[in-house]
Structure formats: C-alpha cells, structure tokens
C-alpha cells in the first residue's frame, strides 16, 4: 500500500480522533503547518492593514486559521472530519467551522469571502473513495462553487502535495474550466525536501504570478513576493503586538472573543489549567 495517506482511507476515517491529536502534540508537524501557512497567506496579496474574510479550505484543527487571525483577518473554516474540527473547537480557534465534503460544493453566497487559503487538503479531492466518486467532476464542482463565493479581484492559494504531473493536470484543468486563472508555484524546486507546491489562482483575469523561492531572482523584483517568517513577527513587535503563545497574547485571544459572544472558558489551557475536551 502506497505511504500517501489519501490512499490508505477516505479523509473523514484517515483523520480521526488519533490523527487529529497529533495536531495538538506534535511540534514539528505544528511548525511546518504554520510555516506553508504564512506562505499561502502572504501569496494571497492581501491589502495592508485592512482586515479580510477567508475562507480555509479543509482547516483542520485550526492552525492555518490561527495564521489568518494573526494577522487580523475574520475567517470560515471548512472540513469534511469532524474529529479535526472537534480539535479545533478544543483550541478555541476564531473562525467559523462548517463540516463538509468539498467534492460536493461550498454552500456560500456569491462574493462573501476576500480569499482562500487551503493547506495540504487539495489532492484528497483527486481519489475516488466511492464508486459514485468522479475525481474530475468533483473538482470541478468544488473550484466552480468556490469562484462563485470568491469577490472578483481575489485569490485562492492551495499548498498541495501532487501524486504525479498527471494529477497536476487534473487539477489545474478543472479549476481553470471553472474560471480562475492562474498557475503553479513551486518553492525550492531543486530541494527534496524543502519543495513545496502552491497552486495560486486568481479570478480577475490574468496576473503575474509570484515568484518562487529558492530560485534566481532579487528580492525587490516586481511581482515578486519576499517571504521571511521571521520578518513577519519582527513586523508584529514593531506593530505593538505580543509575541504569539505569551502571556498578552492569551489574554488578548480571550478579550477578542468575548467580544465575539463566543464562549471563552477561564479553565482552558491559555491558564495553565486543564479543562475537560469537547465533542463535536
């Protein structure tokens, strides 16, 4: 059986109640999620300082919202396991969650969000896990519902992990039928193990598309988007904002969604004190 985990189960039995764990504990897996994150954020070309609606696509436990919230975006998270989504319930994220089948549409109006991100999710949609299952339907399903609730002028930024070039096609065929234009990036492309695939579509018309890093190219090119994650936080402390996971920051998350009316419980982890999971 192949190492690929979309072949081993359908995503709603691979990602359950042990798998979706791992994305509380393990902190290697933790930092290269946040990390592909910042990426796909920052190739979204959001406006300075002005805050944005985006959708995340299969958001999981939350951690590539948390990267959204950073920043002061108000985001929707869409999964279709609910194991994952009950982790990030658990971790109080921001965002909205909805389960859901991707492969069967998103359920949005016309325009509502300014943007998508989506994180390693993109390649489930190519198999095939029921015999009523058609991969390129799917797909396309999927990418036209998502131009439809997209405002014109944004963009929609997958980091996805390619079976094959076949499977690129596939996937870059349909989400152009559909209307986004658009293309790969691929960044490290020399690195085997730093390369990491993004595919950055666009739905007013065609643009440039960003640079890749790890190739030849100046950091002040035009259309080229400089990547730095540690810049980025430097740009925080500049800004006034306490570093993510301090004291500030905890109390900060917690002031935010009481303003929100979300629940916001004194005995969870941002207190050092263990507080009973919830079941979604």
Not at 39 to 57: G, W
Not at 238 to 267: C, N, V
Request: proline letters at 4%; charged letters at 25%.
């Amino acid at each position: 059986m192949s190492g690929r985990p979309e072949h081993q189960a359908p995503p709603e039995i691979f990602y359950g109640e042990d798998e979706a764990r791992k994305y509380t504990r393990n902190t290697r897996m933790i930092e290269i999620q946040l990390v592909m994150s910042e990426r796909a954020v920052e190739l979204l070309c959001l406006p300075e300082n002005q805050p944005c609606h985006i959708i995340d696509i299969g958001c999981g436990s939350g951690l590539s919202g948390e990267t959204l919230t950073e920043q002061g975006h108000i985001w929707t998270g869409v999964d279709i396991s609910s194991a994952m989504l009950g982790v990030a319930k658990e971790r109080e994220v921001e965002g909205d969650l909805l389960l859901g089948d991707l492969g069967q549409g998103l359920p949005f109006r016309a325009g509502a969000f300014d943007g998508a991100i989506s994180i390693s999710a993109l390649q489930w949609l190519c198999n095939a896990d029921q015999k009523s299952h058609n991969p390129a339907k799917r797909l396309y399903t999927f990418f036209s519902s998502l131009y439809g609730c997209l405002s014109r002028g944004s963009r929609a930024v997958f980091q996805f992990y390619p079976e094959n070039s076949s499977q690129v096609e596939l996937i870059t065929s349909q989400a152009m039928k559909a209307g986004f234009t658009g293309g790969l990036v691929v960044d490290y492309p020399n690195s085997t193990k730093a390369k990491k695939f993004f595919l950055c579509l666009m739905t007013g018309g065609q643009q440039t598309l960003p640079t890749a890093l790890g190739v030849d190219s100046r950091e002040d090119a035009p259309n080229c988007v400089a990547f730095s994650q540690k810049r980025d936080r430097m740009k925080q402390l500049r800004a006034g904002k306490a570093p993510k996971k301090s004291r500030d920051w905890i109390l900060e998350k917690k002031e935010r969604r009481r303003r929100q009316g979300k629940e916001t419980r004194d005995d969870s982890k941002f207190t050092g004190r263990k507080r009973q999971s919830h079941v979604w």
